[in-house]
């Protein structure tokens, strides 16, 4: 198992959390983390289709559930890091931009900022996001009980 300062785990972690940014998040913060750096596109992005699969029970045999839309790019930035993002959905500029930060993620001097302003930051979202889902999911709780009755 690999350890939380494995640096494959920890890219793999900022990558995670770009791809599930809320849509112009990245876009937003690119202006004030990019330095200047230029996005040279190497691929992309393009739409296309990936297969969603599941398993009954969680253990189960997998099967098919269907195609879900998926946007990839690679991006280089200016005589730098190659950087590579894949979205759920069809948004171009999220998976331009999920590429472009995995790619200053890669430059040692921009990556503590990175994970401090971005990555950090879209955790704390996708937390509270939860917290919010978990707090109206128990609100329609229904508890049932069983009432012992007396034979008459």
């Known amino acids: 198992m690999r350890s939380a ?18 849509a112009g ?43 879900a839309s998926a946007t990839r790019a690679s991006v280089r930035l200016a005589n730098g890091p190659v ?23 890669q430059i040692d001097t921009c990556q503590a900022a990175v994970e401090r302003e971005v990555v950090a930051e879209i955790e704390r979202l996708i937390a509270a996001a939860d917290g919010q889902r978990a707090e109206e999911t128990a609100a329609t709780k229904v508890d049932f009980f069983t009432m012992a009755r007396g034979e008459d």
Not at 51 to 59: A, E, L
Request: no cysteine.
């Open 83 to 105: 950087g590579h993002a894949m979205i759920l959905g069809r948004d171009l500029e999220k998976a331009r931009h999920a590429a472009a930060f995995d790619a200053l993620w």
């Open 25 to 67: 998040f990245l876009e937003a913060r690119w202006p004030s983390l990019a330095d200047g750096r230029t996005i040279v596109p190497v691929r992309g992005p393009e739409v296309g289709l990936v297969m969603v699969r599941g398993r009954t029970g969680g253990g189960g045999a997998a099967f098919n559930l269907g195609e």
């Open 5 to 22: 300062a494995d640096p494959t785990e920890r890219r793999r972690r900022a990558m995670s959390a770009f791809a599930q940014a809320p």
